[in-house]
Structure formats: C-alpha cells, structure tokens
C-alpha cells in the first residue's frame, strides 16, 4: 500500500495566493487571446442588461398596463418582453461559445507546455515520479483545470455583469432599501472564502490520489502476467478498491463542503426578502412608492440572487481548479538538472574515442555508484563491460550520453569533455540497444524508423535485413505496416529485441551501445543477430554489457566491475589466466549451462 496515496492532508509549502495563480493564468495563458475574450465580454454585457431591463419593465406592466389601465401601453411594453429575451438568448449563446473556445484553447496550450516540459527533463526525473503521477497531471489535473477555467471565464463574466445591471437597477429604484438588502453580503464573502481553501487542499488530495490510481492501473496492466501467473488479482483488486474509495470519499467531502453555502444563502436571502416585502408594504401603504416600483425592486432583487449563487459556486469550481493549477504549475516549473554549457561545441566525427579519467557517480551522496573508473574505448573496437548485478554496468552506460552527469573526473570523446558539447549533437553519434526494449503501439516500419525519422523505406528494410528481423515482420498480419500494440504486445520478446537492433542499425551512429542487446533471443536469432553486430560494430566504438559471458569472449577488452569500481581489465584469455572474478563468473556459467 506504500505505493498509493493517502487521504491526508499533503504536506507542502505554503500555497501559491490564489490571486498569484489567476494572475499567471490570465497573463501567460488568456493574454494570446484577449480579443477573442473581450469579444465575449461585450455580448455577455449585452445578456447581462436584457436581464436588468426585463426586471425594469414590471414597472410599466403594473403601474401603467395593470393599474392605470394605459392600453397604448401594452404592445410596446410586450414587444419590449419579447425583445430582450431574444436578444439575451442570442447574446449568451454567443458569449458561451466564443468564451468556451477560449477556455479549451487555454487548456489545450497549457496541456501542449506540460507534455513538451516532461520531454526536456532527464532520467532523474522520471525516476522521482511514476507514469502514472505525470499522466494525472496531464490528464486528470488538467481536466479539472479545464472546467475551472472554461465554467469561470464564461460564468464569473456573465454573473458578475448581471448582478451589476440589477444592483444599479436597485438603486435607481431605492438606494436605500439597496444598501440595507446587501449589508449582509460581505460576511458571506469570508464565509465564500473560508470554503475555498478547504476546497483547494481537498482538490490537491483528490489529484494526489487519482495519480496513485493511474500508477497503480498503469502498473497492474504492465504486469498483468505476472499477476496471473502467481494467482494476485484479489490482492490487486484490494489495493485498487483502497484508492477508488479514498477517491470516493474525497470527492463527497468536496461536494459537502461546497454545498453547504446553499442552506445558507437560503436562509439569509429568505430573511432578507422577508423584510424588503415588509418594508415595500408599509412604503406602499404610505404613498411613498408605486406597487410597479417595489415589484421592479422586487424583480431585480430575485433575478439577482441567483447570479449570487452561481457566483458563490464558481468559487467552489474555482478553487478546485487552482488547487489543480498549482499542481500543475509546480511540474511546469521544475527544472532539468543536465544544461548544455554556453556556447556548447558541435559534435561531428565517425571515430571516436572515448576516455573515462578517474569517473565518480552517485545517485545520492551516501553511497557511490562508480568511483574511481579510468580507461580507454578505441573506434572500431568492443569493450565489454561485465560484473556481478549491481556493480554499475548500466550506470556507465548511461554517463555516456549524458542521461546523468559524472560526480567527479570526467568523460571525453577525442579529447573533448562531453559536458562541452551540445546534448543533441552527441547523442546524435550514439546508438542504443537495452535490454528494457521501448516498442510504441506503432507500425513495425515507423518503430524501426524511430532510429532515424529522414530514412528511407529501402534503409528501414536493410536495417532490418541485418537484424535478422525481415522475414518474421513480412510474416506479420500487414508486414511492415502491422500495428504492434503497447509495448509490442503482438511480438515475441525475440522479435522485440530485433526491431530494437535494427532500430540501432538504420541510427548508424558512430558510438554503440548494447545493453543486453541479444538477451532476449533464442539460439537461432542470436546467432544470426552476433553476425549482425559484428558488420555493425565495424569502425564504431562498442560498449556491450552481456550476463552470458561467451556473447563477449571476442571483445577487443573486458572490464570488471563490482560495487562501483574496475577490479579487473584485460581480453577473454587474459583474464581466465589470471583466476579472479572472471573466470569464476565464466566458469560459473559453464557449470550451470
């Protein structure tokens, strides 16, 4: 369970204001369309004082029409009626639809900026926070982002207008009776308040918890076979209800909290009609206002309450999406721990040499990974890495393109440190094949073409000719355009590490990397993908991390790692006669084979 959200409070630093959140969101987001935006501002001013004019127009109904009987009254004041209705129906179906494109647009770019950002981070990163934290993000937190935003822009303008026009009708008719109706309000504003900030903490816990259900989703699917195979589905299904249901009861907390305004308002708005009809009464009892005048006070005051509510909710959905925004904007804002140097240098060779000088790495400051790790890798030779699991074979690998920076010593390609040179233009002369296999839900040609997006059809089936991988895809149901499924559902594990290389073979950079890279094949395809790698390797510089120590036995050198550091360094025969850690993990091998 340590693995899902609870139903806490989380513990983070204070707040953003909500009016520093609404200020980024108007200035970085609403500003690019700001004519489109006051286009709707204008028509929802048009709604708003139809609204107000209606409630003017029961002054003539019945002082004029009802009581004094004018009947040249009746048709103008009818047409009147029927006029402002149709033009605040036009009005607001115009103010919606221009506002609400607004709104999805602003939504739509601040989803775009989120995915684009999540791209330029490094692998650290992604190590912190799960898949299915940052697909909440981008999917869950900005739905809820999107429906404060488009139901806020579009019923804050409208409400707010509203209650304007019918405010100033108010006072026209009695400013007075006007002030005494509204003194109450501002108190309900602090309470209006108050209920924001519960809502806002309890939205971030909402969004906290619906990321721990994508991972745990994201994660069961991955292993679903494994799952089966070991009989967990209702230990899984145990750990998925915990989260539905701290979902759950989060979300009826919300809509408690934020319902409780309408008993509320009920009750205050009731009093306070209570009075003003009481008031009206012995006004018109008195003589001092015409029945047409307080039942256009009276119009105004009720057409008023309800922009009131809706306003008094626009808060709740507000608040739930700046709790949301910030969410958001606190992904927005993290920043990549790997920059390229001012003025970074160009890499552009096709041999390269590549020397490790006294490299240190950790992952945290208490313990290091590497340390200490000094030598040489020729072009057009293969240096083997090797060792026990765990004594930094993987990490190595990934200090080359710079996935992390060394923590001490450095890295160079011909002399070159590689943290002076651009990150794009030295992967660009680095090919990859791990053993965790990346295969996109993608046609066969497009993931093999994933290696270099410029090459041609006739290359993409040459690179997969040399893979071993062209008679197995054109057996496939569509040949090279069958769709594979996520994460190559449709492909055995073989055929997966075959486009993988053949994905390498059509980079043809200068610098290989092959982690695993003939792990997962059988015998047959190994073969035939060892002759692959050796027309490959040719005038490359190769790093091969292999557990079956005979794929390496003719690597040009070997290097032994454990816990971080080269105890050993030599080729196949040198390092059996020498009789350490290589030749028992080697004569290991032969006994359990």
């Given at each position: 369970?340590?693995?899902?959200?609870?139903?806490?409070?989380?513990n983070?630093?204070?707040a953003?204001?909500?009016l520093?959140?609404?200020k980024?969101?108007?200035?970085?987001?609403?500003?690019?369309?700001?004519?489109?935006?006051?286009?709707?501002?204008?028509?929802?001013?048009?709604?708003?004082?139809?609204?107000?004019?209606?409630?003017?127009l029961?002054q003539p109904?019945l002082d004029d029409?009802l009581?004094?009987?004018?009947?040249e009254y009746?048709i103008p004041?009818a047409?009147?009626f029927a006029g402002?209705f149709a033009?605040?129906g036009?009005?607001t179906?115009?103010?919606?639809?221009?506002?609400?494109?607004v709104?999805?647009?602003i939504?739509?770019?601040i989803?775009?900026?989120?995915f684009s950002h999540f791209?330029?981070?490094?692998?650290?990163?992604?190590?912190?926070?799960t898949?299915?934290?940052?697909?909440?993000?981008?999917i869950?937190?900005?739905?809820?982002l999107r429906?404060?935003?488009?139901?806020?822009?579009?019923?804050?303008g409208k409400n707010?207008?509203t209650?304007v026009?019918?405010?100033?009708?108010?006072?026209?008719?009695d400013?007075?009776?006007?002030l005494?109706?509204?003194?109450?309000?501002p108190?309900?504003?602090?309470f209006v308040i108050y209920l924001?900030k519960?809502?806002r903490?309890?939205?971030k816990?909402?969004?906290s918890?619906?990321?721990g259900?994508?991972?745990?989703l994201?994660?069961t699917?991955?292993g679903?076979?494994?799952v089966?195979a070991y009989?967990?589905e209702?230990?899984e299904?145990k750990?998925g209800?915990y989260?539905v249901h701290?979902?759950?009861d989060?979300n009826i907390k919300?809509?408690?909290?934020?319902?409780i305004?309408?008993?509320?308002n009920e009750?205050?708005?009731g009093?306070i009609?209570?009075?003003i009809?009481?008031?009206?009464?012995y006004?018109?009892?008195?003589?001092?206002?015409?029945?047409?005048?307080l039942?256009?006070?009276?119009a105004a005051?009720t057409l008023a309450?309800?922009p009131m509510k809706?306003l008094?909710?626009?808060n709740s959905?507000?608040?739930?999406?700046?709790?949301a925004?910030?969410?958001?904007?606190?992904?927005?804002?993290s920043?990549r721990?790997?920059?390229?140097r001012?003025?970074?240098i160009?890499?552009d060779?096709?041999?390269?040499e590549?020397v490790f000088d006294?490299?240190?790495?950790?992952?945290n400051?208490?313990?290091?990974?590497?340390?200490?790790?000094?030598f040489?890798?020729?072009?057009d030779k293969?240096?083997?890495?090797?060792g026990?699991?765990?004594g930094g074979?993987?990490t190595?690998i990934?200090?080359?393109?710079?996935f992390y920076?060394v923590?001490?010593?450095?890295?160079?390609?011909?002399g070159q440190?590689i943290?002076d040179l651009s990150?794009s233009?030295?992967r660009e002369?680095?090919?990859?094949?791990s053993?965790?296999?990346t295969?996109?839900?993608?046609?066969?040609?497009?993931?093999?073409?994933?290696g270099?997006?410029?090459a041609s059809?006739?290359a993409?089936?040459d690179a997969?000719?040399?893979?071993?991988?062209?008679?197995?895809?054109l057996d496939?149901e569509d040949?090279?355009d069958t769709?594979v499924?996520?994460?190559?559902a449709?492909?055995?594990?073989?055929q997966k590490q075959r486009?993988?290389?053949a994905?390498?073979?059509?980079?043809?950079?200068p610098?290989l990397?092959?982690?695993?890279a003939?792990s997962a094949?059988d015998n047959?395809?190994?073969?035939?993908v060892?002759?692959?790698?050796?027309?490959?390797?040719?005038g490359?510089?190769t790093?091969?991390?292999?557990?079956?120590?005979?794929?390496?036995q003719?690597a040009d050198q070997?290097?032994v790692?454990?816990?971080?550091?080269?105890?050993e360094?030599?080729?196949?025969?040198s390092?059996l006669d020498?009789?350490g850690?290589y030749?028992q993990?080697?004569?290991?091998?032969?006994?359990?084979s």
């Amino acid at each position: 369970m340590a693995l899902l959200g609870r139903n806490k409070k989380i513990n983070e630093k204070p707040a953003a204001m909500t009016l520093d959140l609404v200020k980024r969101l108007m200035r970085d987001y609403l500003f690019p369309y700001k004519f489109k935006a006051l286009g709707a501002l204008f028509f929802m001013a048009v709604a708003a004082a139809m609204t107000a004019m209606t409630a003017a127009l029961m002054q003539p109904v019945l002082d004029d029409v009802l009581y004094n009987g004018k009947k040249e009254y009746i048709i103008p004041v009818a047409l009147g009626f029927a006029g402002a209705f149709a033009v605040r129906g036009i009005s607001t179906y115009l103010h919606t639809v221009m506002m609400s494109r607004v709104g999805h647009s602003i939504v739509a770019d601040i989803q775009n900026q989120l995915f684009s950002h999540f791209l330029t981070l490094d692998l650290a990163f992604y190590y912190k926070h799960t898949s299915g934290e940052l697909i909440s993000r981008v999917i869950n937190d900005v739905s809820v982002l999107r429906a404060a935003v488009t139901n806020t822009l579009t019923g804050f303008g409208k409400n707010l207008l509203t209650l304007v026009f019918l405010i100033g009708l108010m006072f026209v008719r009695d400013w007075k009776l006007t002030l005494a109706a509204f003194i109450v309000f501002p108190l309900l504003a602090v309470f209006v308040i108050y209920l924001g900030k519960k809502l806002r903490m309890l939205s971030k816990n909402i969004q906290s918890e619906l990321g721990g259900l994508s991972g745990l989703l994201s994660q069961t699917f991955r292993g679903i076979r494994l799952v089966k195979a070991y009989r967990m589905e209702k230990y899984e299904e145990k750990k998925g209800a915990y989260v539905v249901h701290s979902v759950r009861d989060l979300n009826i907390k919300s809509v408690q909290i934020s319902s409780i305004s309408t008993p509320v308002n009920e009750v205050i708005v009731g009093l306070i009609f209570a009075a003003i009809i009481i008031y009206g009464g012995y006004q018109v009892s008195a003589g001092n206002t015409t029945p047409g005048q307080l039942a256009s006070f009276i119009a105004a005051f009720t057409l008023a309450y309800e922009p009131m509510k809706k306003l008094a909710k626009l808060n709740s959905t507000l608040q739930m999406g700046l709790g949301a925004s910030e969410r958001v904007f606190s992904m927005l804002d993290s920043q990549r721990e790997i920059h390229d140097r001012p003025n970074a240098i160009t890499l552009d060779t096709r041999r390269a040499e590549i020397v490790f000088d006294n490299v240190s790495f950790a992952y945290n400051p208490d313990t290091l990974a590497l340390s200490g790790v000094s030598f040489v890798a020729q072009p057009d030779k293969v240096t083997a890495l090797v060792g026990p699991s765990g004594g930094g074979k993987s990490t190595l690998i990934n200090l080359i393109p710079r996935f992390y920076d060394v923590s001490g010593g450095a890295i160079s390609i011909n002399g070159q440190d590689i943290r002076d040179l651009s990150q794009s233009s030295l992967r660009e002369h680095i090919a990859l094949v791990s053993q965790d296999i990346t295969i996109f839900n993608d046609s066969v040609i497009e993931n093999i073409r994933y290696g270099n997006p410029d090459a041609s059809t006739q290359a993409v089936y040459d690179a997969a000719r040399a893979a071993a991988a062209h008679e197995f895809i054109l057996d496939l149901e569509d040949g090279y355009d069958t769709v594979v499924g996520e994460n190559g559902a449709k492909l055995s594990g073989g055929q997966k590490q075959r486009i993988s290389i053949a994905r390498a073979i059509l980079c043809d950079a200068p610098v290989l990397l092959l982690d695993e890279a003939t792990s997962a094949l059988d015998n047959e395809s190994e073969q035939l993908v060892q002759e692959a790698l050796k027309i490959l390797q040719k005038g490359r510089t190769t790093f091969v991390i292999a557990h079956r120590l005979s794929t390496i036995q003719e690597a040009d050198q070997i290097i032994v790692l454990d816990r971080g550091q080269i105890v050993e360094e030599g080729n196949h025969l040198s390092l059996l006669d020498r009789g350490g850690l290589y030749a028992q993990m080697y004569n290991a091998g032969i006994k359990h084979s």
